[in-house]
């Protein structure tokens, strides 16, 4: 069978794709890439971020084209939620905190001020005493600030968010194939195959390339060309809480939080109830393009081989223990159950923006989230779908050069 349109890729962007495609009439789309494992082994190649109960969905950013991003898609979370019965995003809200004079809570401030003021949102002035005061479990650092804003702000089950965008496609008509793509080649009457993990292959006349950090490992690209793409283990921490601190943090934001000027900052999630039945209080480490191993928080994954073992690695206790004192210091009171470390790895990219674009005619890359496509990889769906079926940028509301396609070898010349 020929399809129309094929998306390599089911985590967040490509599975988003494939739900906005299979919208559209008279198209023949397919979706090729593994689900979520039982387990994380290394036997298994390809893994995803997307293996999470929560994941902060904002529109309080420091880029303004990821708050347009982040506001368009959290539009459509009701009727993807209504479409496949499954609940995606909670809106418990945003909050902003650290020192006064912070370069970062200073930009994410300014920006939150105006995008808030354009929308005709609140967004609410926060001191050091309204910080105390809100969340009264919670012990800033002296001299803080910051803002606060409810509506759209939040997070999101991103495992629901891409079984909701499978759900819905399926059902109408997208054909899913469950296997690792290894190669794709452009044929001579120009349309595509797809070679699978299994040796079977696929035809297709468009393709959209949607495989995050495994992007690069695969003969995918035209010219076996690299894109320009960091890798980066990424490591966060669960702190399970029992019935007494879930009811105390039931008012808890999603927030970052940077305790001091000359510390990096840190994303906490609220209390969520994960399919095990246990309830777990998130945090993990900021994202920084100009990363070092010197954080001792992650690690550059330069390897296949890399990323395989480090999203199976068992304990990481260096990032583990930084994780410990965070929560100590900010929840003096509050005394975890236990905590469970886990891994992931974020594709960056040099311009800190995602590479959307053509890398040749009926050729779609999405790639390069920098830990933030989660709250708006439904958005990135929809531009990719829009895209591939007019053969060209399709977005008003964004500017397409903000979102070249660049590759390692022009950064190099």
């Known amino acids: 069978m020929m399809y129309d349109v094929c998306v390599v890729g089911a985590g967040t962007m490509g599975s988003s794709t494939a739900y906005h495609l299979s919208k559209k009439e008279n198209l023949n789309v397919c979706l090729v890439g593994p689900g979520e494992p039982e387990r994380k082994t290394l036997d298994r190649e390809v893994f995803g971020c997307h293996y999470d109960e929560g994941r902060i969905t904002r529109i309080i950013s420091e880029v303004e084209t990821e708050q347009i991003l982040a506001y368009q898609g959290t539009l459509s979370y009701p009727e993807l939620e209504r479409e496949s019965g499954l609940k995606i995003f909670t809106e418990v809200g945003m909050a902003i905190v650290g020192p006064k004079g912070d370069e970062i809570v200073n930009g994410y401030v300014t920006t939150a001020d105006k995008f808030c003021k ?21 012990l800033p650092s002296t001299n803080c600030y910051g803002r606060f804003s409810k509506k759209y702000n939040g997070y999101i089950s991103v495992r629901n968010l891409v079984k909701a965008c499978q759900i819905v496609a399926e059902r109408n008509g997208v054909k899913r194939f469950r296997k690792v793509a290894k190669d794709i080649v452009r044929e001579s009457d120009g349309f595509y195959k797809i070679v699978l993990e299994s040796g079977n292959t696929i035809s297709s006349k468009k393709i959209v390339v949607a495989c995050g950090s495994f992007t690069n490992f695969y003969n995918f690209l035209p010219g076996r060309r690299q894109l320009d793409l960091q890798l980066i283990g990424h490591t966060v921490l669960k702190f399970e809480l029992g019935e007494e601190a879930v009811k ?6 999603s927030m970052i939080y940077k305790p001091k000027i000359d510390a990096g900052y840190v994303y906490i999630l609220p209390p969520i109830k994960y399919p095990n039945g ?15 191993d010197k954080e001792e928080l992650g690690k550059l994954l330069e390897t296949l081989d890399d990323v395989q073992k480090w999203y199976c690695q068992e304990d990481y206790p260096k990032a583990r223990n930084f994780f410990k004192t965070i929560f100590k210091t900010m929840y003096p009171d509050i005394k975890p159950l236990g905590e469970e470390l886990d891994f992931c790895a974020m594709a960056l990219t040099t311009s800190g923006k995602q590479l959307i674009g053509f890398v040749e005619e009926n050729f779609l890359v999405a790639a390069g989230g920098n830990g933030k496509s989660a709250k708006f990889g439904l958005q990135i769906g929809k531009i990719c779908a829009d895209s591939i079926v007019k053969g060209e940028w399709d977005c008003d509301l964004l500017n397409p050069e903000d979102f070249r396609v660049r590759f390692k070898d022009e950064l190099d010349a």
């Open 118 to 138: 354009t929308k005709g949102l609140l967004c609410e002035k926060l001191d050091e005493m309204d910080i105390r005061n809100r969340w009264s479990y919670f």
């Open 248 to 253: 105390k943090m039931s008012e808890m934001p």
């Open 278 to 292: 246990k309830t777990y209080l998130k945090i993990g480490h900021g994202v920084h393009p100009d990363f070092e």
